[in-house]
C-alpha cells in the first residue's frame, strides 16, 4: 500500500508560483509512475502532469495537460521518494483541489487510466 502526502498549497496571486512537494511511503518508489490531478469546485478531476519512475540515463520522461504546458513542471527525487510539481505563471483558473498519484503502469497512462494510489489533497488557490 502506498501511502502519498501532499504539502505547499496556499494562497498566491495571479502571476506567482508554488512548488508542491509529495512524500510516499514506498520503498520501491522508483518501480511507480507518478502524477499530479486536480479538482476545482463543480468540475471533474483532471489530470495535469505525470513522470516516469526510472530514467533513461539522467532523463525522466514527462507528460503534461496541453493548459499547464510551458508553465508547470514535474519532477522526482527517488533518493527521498519525493515527486515535484513547480508551477509557474500562475492563473485563477488553477485554482484547485491537487492530488498526487502513484501507480506501476507506465507514466504516459495516467491521463486516460486512473492512477491506483492517491493522496489527500492540498488546496491551490490564485487570486486576480
Known amino acids: 500500500q502506498v501511502q502519498l502526502v501532499e504539502s505547499g498549497g496556499g494562497l498566491v496571486q495571479a502571476g506567482g508560483s508554488l512548488r508542491l512537494p509529495c512524500a510516499a511511503s514506498e520503498r520501491t518508489f522508483s518501480n511507480y509512475a507518478m502524477g499530479w490531478f486536480r479538482q476545482a469546485p463543480g468540475k471533474e478531476r483532471e489530470f495535469v502532469a505525470a513522470?516516469?519512475?526510472?530514467?533513461?540515463?539522467?532523463?525522466?520522461?514527462?507528460y503534461y495537460a496541453d493548459s499547464v504546458k510551458g508553465r508547470f513542471t514535474i519532477s522526482r527525487d527517488n533518493a527521498k521518494n519525493t515527486v515535484y510539481l513547480q508551477m509557474n505563471s500562475l492563473k485563477p483558473e488553477d485554482t484547485a483541489v491537487y492530488y498526487c498519484?502513484?501507480?506501476?503502469?507506465?507514466?504516459?497512462?495516467?491521463?486516460?487510466?486512473?492512477?491506483?494510489?492517491w493522496g489527500q489533497g492540498t488546496q491551490v488557490t490564485v487570486s486576480s
Open positions: 513522470i516516469a519512475g526510472s530514467a533513461v540515463i539522467t532523463y525522466y520522461q514527462t
Open positions: 498519484a502513484a501507480d506501476r503502469a507506465p507514466a504516459q497512462a495516467m491521463s486516460v487510466i486512473p492512477p491506483g494510489y
